[in-house]
């Protein structure tokens, strides 16, 4: 299966919206054991210029990517008719 340019980037959004429904979900189910990690009451009280790094891995199988692009080119073809 080749990917066109505009499959391409259907792509790229595609995975950007997943990702944010993903991370946007973990952080709200974990919310509150990352703030107790975090130590917020400390970063509130301390230096404004200290970083904190939150790190999300995200799996997408093959099958995935394949199933953006079957479902655009499947609506494409219902609009063709």
Not at 9 to 25: F, V
Request: charged content about 30%.
């Amino acid at each position: 299966m080749k990917a066109t340019k505009e499959e391409k980037q259907l792509i790229i959004t595609e995975i950007a919206e997943r990702l944010k429904d993903i991370i946007y979900a973990t952080a709200t189910r974990q919310s509150t054991r990352m703030l107790h990690r975090l130590g917020i009451n400390e970063l509130l009280n301390g230096d404004s210029c200290s970083e904190i790094k939150l790190t999300f891995q995200v799996g997408m199988y093959a099958g995935d990517i394949q199933q953006i692009v079957a479902r655009h080119r499947r609506d494409n073809q219902e609009l063709d008719k």
